[in-house]
């Protein structure tokens, strides 16, 4: 996920505002505050998507266990979408505030695009050893395009296409349009883009393409013309927000269980609900963390965000080992303790000692 999930959002909580962020230096102690607890909340929901899918394989199909995991596993599907509107929002304000393409790509491709290329090789590792994977041109060519060495690595991809498209949308949030305009805006690109899907010309892999993910990024692009005003902001909106994530949870949180459920579901209804879901949680977290001083300032939450990147890259390769080495026959609450203890201690243990050796940014890009 960008640290943003996974890019830096690199921030001091007061006494730094937001348009000194782009000037902090990588690695610096200083990354910590609201944001790095926003990356702090999201990681979590990412693990506990991971975990919980691997326990509803588990359980007895539509138990009262199964349904439960089921749920808190769509519950917390705002994870990365959350990710993608920090990364948009921090890079989007640096675009506005005239960084050039030239240095925007080369930083962060350098930071991106080598963890990728090196997380998927480990991947296609993993799936080939296992059987799963085979070296064929057009196979690695659609997993290294779309994401697919990994079931995790989709995020990166998505993190790509989207620093590709930002200094483009950007420009259209230079005359810092309304919420309404920009609402109406991403309204009718992702209606028009959900009938293309639905009715003219299916494509496969779209929930890997970034267009699927617009509502989430163009939000972010607009709290970005807000950078000067953004706490005052958080702070008026947070009930709206509040408001609109519980409302999308009733329509989507159903048409989702279903799904898992293998239940007939409405798709336009399901997709209306993810996008507003997704926007709303995204945004009424960023509200929490600035509003609420006990989350935004949890130590816990801020350490989890500053190693959020290799917290994300890490978790899949552990949950896959356990299953292999014995995971599958641990009884359920001994199963979820491991489970869970590793894919937290694992990733910040490897961290810490890519940091002593100084080789994080070869690993993780942070």
Known sequence: MTTESPEDCQMIRNSTPLSKVSEMPAGSSSRKGELDAYKGIAIL???????SGNLIYRLDFMSPLMLSAATLN????????????????????SLLRGTSQEKFFGRRFRRAL?????WSA????????????????????????????????????????????????????????SFWSVAAATIAAQGLLYYLNRYVHTIHVLSSMIVWFLPVVFLGLWLATREDELPELLRRQRFTAAAIMALSLCIY???????????PVNTCLYQVGQWLYSAGASFFLMCLVFVAPWLGRSPLLKYLG???MQIY???????????????????????????????????????????????????FGV
């Open 313 to 363: 890259l890490v978790h899949p390769f552990v949950i896959t080992a356990l299953d292999i080495y014995s995971g599958k026959t641990f009884p359920l609450i001994p199963a979820v303790i491991i489970y869970t203890a590793a894919v937290i201690i694992v990733p910040l243990a490897l961290a810490k000692m890519a940091d002593r050796a100084k080789i994080s940014p070869i690993l």
């Open 253 to 263: 949180l159903p048409q989702a269980v279903a799904m898992v459920c293998r239940h």
């Open 122 to 177: 480990v991947g296609i590792a993993v799936s080939f050893a296992s059987g799963q994977f085979k070296f064929e041109y057009k196979c690695i060519l659609y997993t290294m395009l779309w994401g697919k060495a990994y079931y995790h690595l989709y995020f990166l991809s998505l993190v790509l296409q989207l620093y590709l498209l930002l200094p483009f949308a950007v420009r259209l949030f230079k005359g810092r349009p």
């Open 74 to 93: 769509r519950i917390c599907q705002f994870a990365v979408p959350a990710f993608l509107m920090l990364s948009a929002f921090l890079n989007g304000a």
């Open 114 to 118: 080598w963890p990728y290329l090196l």
């Open 306 to 308: 500053v190693y959020s």
């Open 45 to 51: 929901a990412v693990l506990t998507i991971h975990l």
